[in-house]
């Protein structure tokens, strides 16, 4: 049987700096702020950022941890979103959790070869566990993959029909033609220890220090659920440090010190009906308002509400029954 030998054409054009034309990173870069414990990676025959020529032949390959429903975009400099899985090899998009799938899978008769011209290729994965949104697949063995003529405006549309949905997202690129040029980028956040995206990838916890190729990137920082997306462009050579101050809101200690005290000593402390001492106690208490209930035999029983903020002392003055005494 003949093969099929698809060419996988990598639109990517470069001039100067290398960009993209109509679509800025940050356009087709899913951050999921979902929480799911579902991941999904993508990876090529060559390492990410690895260079390819004309006529070289390619293979990519993506697993997810969990059964799921996946999709894989191509993103093109002329503002195209090409769907090269589900295509009309592979239409089945629910795939089996700890399995590697391969694109072209190799029970089909068709390749992938690297055409031209020269540039950046970006593919994305997105894993859902549910089909919130599947995409149309081709019918046409002469154009097997789908394409979007308006990447950026599909793109945008699509975040907005899963970005609050539990899905799992992961990117790969690769060149075509040359070799590019990096830079050195330093990655900080206040407070420090936030997760760091980059290109839609989890580098780690800031602060961070890479090796990025020329252009523009993405960068997603996210602490207790706050997150900062910055976008960035790296020159060649040149250092730079990209810092993202994230407000979050001040934490409150667990618990502060109340030393209860009494005169005379030896009274029943009760915190919102609950016994939790006999004076001179210290109670460890969260940050705030209690009904603070103090008994002794043969006094007068004490009550008062007190705002507890921080670390602080109560002092009661007992009162003999049939003595009467204002304070």
């Known amino acids: 049987m003949k093969r099929i030998v698809v060419v996988f054409l990598v639109l990517l054009l470069t001039v100067g700096m290398l960009a993209l034309a109509d679509a800025s990173v940050k356009d087709i870069i899913i951050t999921p702020t979902h929480p ?7 990876w090529m025959d060559r390492s990410m950022g690895a260079t390819y020529y004309q006529g070289d032949s390619i293979n990519i ?3 997810a ?21 589900p ?10 959790g700890g399995v590697v799938y391969t694109i ?4 089909y008769n068709y390749s992938l070869v690297v ?5 950046r290729e970006i593919l994305e994965a997105i894993a859902t566990t549910s089909p919130n949104v599947l995409p149309p697949i081709s019918l046409d063995k002469a154009r097997p993959f789908v394409e979007y003529p308006s990447g950026t405006q599909y793109m945008r549309s699509l975040k907005l029909k899963i970005i609050q949905k539990p899905i799992s997202v992961a990117t790969t690129y690769f060149y075509v033609g040359y ?24 580098e780690g916890k800031t602060p961070q220090t ?3 190729p020329q252009g523009e990137h993405t960068a997603f920082f996210s602490y207790n659920g706050y997150g900062i997306s910055k976008t960035f462009e790296v020159k060649a050579g040149q250092y730079q440090t990209i810092n993202a101050v994230i407000p979050v809101a001040p934490t409150q200690p667990l618990s502060v010190s109340v030393n209860v005290n009494t005169y005379p000593t030896g009274a029943l402390v009760f915190v919102n009906g609950k016994m939790l001492g006999v004076t001179p106690c210290t109670l460890k208490l969260a940050p705030n308002t209690y009904e603070f209930t103090v008994i002794k035999p043969d006094y007068r029983t004490i009550v008062r509400s007190v705002r507890i903020e921080t670390n602080m002392n109560l002092n009661f003055q007992l009162n003999k029954i049939g003595n009467y005494t204002s304070y």
């Open 36 to 42: 799911s414990s579902l991941k999904i990676q993508i």
């Open 61 to 63: 390959y993506f697993k």
């Open 65 to 85: 941890s969990e059964n799921a429903y996946v999709t894989i975009y191509d993103f093109t400099t002329d503002g195209q979103v090409r769907v090269l899985f």
């Open 87 to 96: 295509n009309f090899f592979q239409q089945n998009n629910y795939v089996q």
């Open 104 to 107: 072209p899978d190799p029970r």
């Open 115 to 119: 055409a031209g011209p020269n540039g």
């Open 179 to 202: 070799v590019p040029k990096t830079a050195v980028v330093n990655f900080t956040s206040s407070p420090s220890g936030a997760k760091l995206y980059v290109d839609g990838n989890y």
């Open 210 to 212: 890479l090796q990025l």
